[in-house]
């Protein structure tokens, strides 16, 4: 017998009771159906039915009766087929999901959860422990974000990928998310250029201690925060607080979004019949995220942002590895394993004996740099990549104040009345005057000595005028005799 058949007959007999007691002149109407927690109408139909039909006419018609919002027995089974052929590994939640985007399911979650447990197909889960304080979340976004890669077998049949997940603390909102073989500084690089380039600069990051984000001189102590890696070098170059974790309780809030990413990221990338870690990552970009973000993000306690646009682009040149060589007797500097040429440039004949930068991209590709000056980009391969010259976008505002080679007319430059204007007011910057040239007085005293000396026999020599030419740095000087 189910309770409520045993809650009708208790009902049954404390209304004979207190019907027998208001009969009785011992208690009023109104006090009776107090005590059986009904109206005053109540007590009065169901007394009027007792006396019609008797104890029959107490019965809960109710009960026996199909309620007219009970789900369709065909649906059930429906679903119940669904989850024991193509849905077995997934959580509850997850198979409602998949059953209202990809079966046309329109039940509830709980209604499916409770025939799932009927039908023995699902444990109920276990009752959780003492609830503990969690670490409050940050504010505003953008002031606090997690980083961290998770090893596991998310293709199936292939060997274990890392995903690398950024995160935000104060929402759960997934930044950015993609597979690597192995987790390492090019991916840190990635997933941070992904966040700076799409939201700006943030705060602070929170990641664990793996040698790529810090040095830790002694095995299970505190991290070094002079002897930087290269992570740490370009956070400290952009302001950013690098906090490091000292337990896996600590990053709590990224662990568990990796336990949910485990369970549904494999099914998805099956469901999605994607074999290929470019093809997954793809698809987590442009597909998943904004999924999971749908279903997992919360809103942030305080409207606003934490995110800072960096408007000089200086993240480019600073999220990648900058590492030093000293340019070899042949203009070549080592990298890779491979010897890449330095271009000619106006910056100085060579670079022989040097030292500049090498910044290596997470595309593969590497920069080499002097001081601020770009002197050449090479490919993966080691092959100088030739950057087009640069195009003026706009015309000239003006013709230029001297002729042209090609005989265009003159026109005056925008500065040329204030050249004028400011002519009277310039010293020593006059033209010579012609009778003041140095050559025509040397020329005019040969000229001289030729008409004194003609009738003396050979004439005297003339001394030799002396030019000077220059070629970018060589100077060569030419005799000419008159």
Not at 311 to 320: P, S, T
């Amino acid at each position: 017998m189910d309770r409520t058949r045993i809650d009708e007959g208790v009902r049954r007999m404390r209304f004979e009771s207190l019907l027998d007691r208001q009969e009785g002149g011992e208690i009023t109407q109104g006090e009776a159906a107090e005590l059986l927690g009904v109206q005053e109408r109540t007590f009065r139909r169901w007394r009027d039915r007792y006396r019609e039909e008797g104890e029959a006419g107490l019965a809960d018609r109710r009960l026996g009766r199909c309620s007219p919002r009970r789900a369709p027995a065909a649906e059930i089974e429906r679903m119940l087929g669904l989850f024991r052929d193509k849905y077995s590994d997934f959580t509850v939640k997850h198979f409602h999901e998949q059953l209202w985007k990809r079966h046309g399911y329109k039940l509830g979650y709980t209604v499916t959860k409770v025939h799932l447990h009927r039908a023995g197909l699902v444990r109920p889960a276990v009752k959780r422990s003492a609830h503990r304080k969690k670490r409050p979340r940050r504010p505003l976004v953008g002031m606090l974000l997690h980083q961290d890669g998770s090893r596991h077998a998310w293709l199936e049949g292939q060997p274990p990928l890392d995903l690398i997940v950024t995160m935000d603390d104060a929402t759960s909102e997934v930044y950015s998310l993609f597979l690597v073989e192995e987790e390492g500084t090019t991916s840190t690089f990635r997933a941070l250029r992904e966040v700076v380039a799409r939201h700006g600069l943030f705060c602070a990051l929170y990641t664990d201690r793996g040698s790529h984000y810090f040095h830790t001189p002694v095995a299970g102590e505190k991290v070094s925060k002079t002897q930087l890696t290269q992570v740490g070098r370009a956070l400290a170059q952009l302001g950013i607080e690098h906090i490091a974790a000292y337990s896996p309780e600590a990053r709590g809030r990224c662990e568990r979004v990796f336990r949910t990413l485990q369970d549904r990221v494999p099914k998805e990338l099956r469901l999605a019949g994607i074999e290929t870690v470019e093809a997954a990552n793809a698809w987590l970009a442009e597909t998943y995220m904004a999924e999971h973000n749908r279903a997992f993000a919360i809103v942030a306690a305080e409207e606003g942002t934490a995110f800072v646009a960096d408007r000089l682009g200086a993240w480019h040149e600073i999220l990648c590895i900058v590492e030093e060589r000293v340019v070899g007797n042949d203009n070549t500097v080592a990298w890779g394993g491979r010897r890449l040429q330095l271009p000619q440039s106006r910056l100085r004949p060579h670079f022989v004996k040097a030292k500049v930068r090498l910044h290596a991209y997470p595309d593969g590709t590497v920069g080499a740099f002097l001081g601020p000056h770009r002197l050449a980009r090479y490919t993966a391969g080691g092959v100088q990549i030739v950057e087009p010259p640069t195009v003026p976008s706009m015309a000239p505002c003006s013709e230029p104040s001297r002729p042209s080679p090609r005989g265009r007319a003159k026109c005056a430059a925008l500065t040329a009345p204030a050249r004028e204007a400011f002519g009277a007011a310039r010293v020593g910057t006059k033209k010579r005057a012609s009778s003041r040239t140095k050559k025509l007085h040397q020329d005019k005293a040969c000229t001289a000595r030729l008409e004194t000396t003609t009738d003396r026999g050979a004439p005297p020599a003339c001394p030799p005028i002396i030019r000077a030419r220059k070629s970018g740095q060589i100077t060569s000087y030419e005799n000419r005799t008159s």
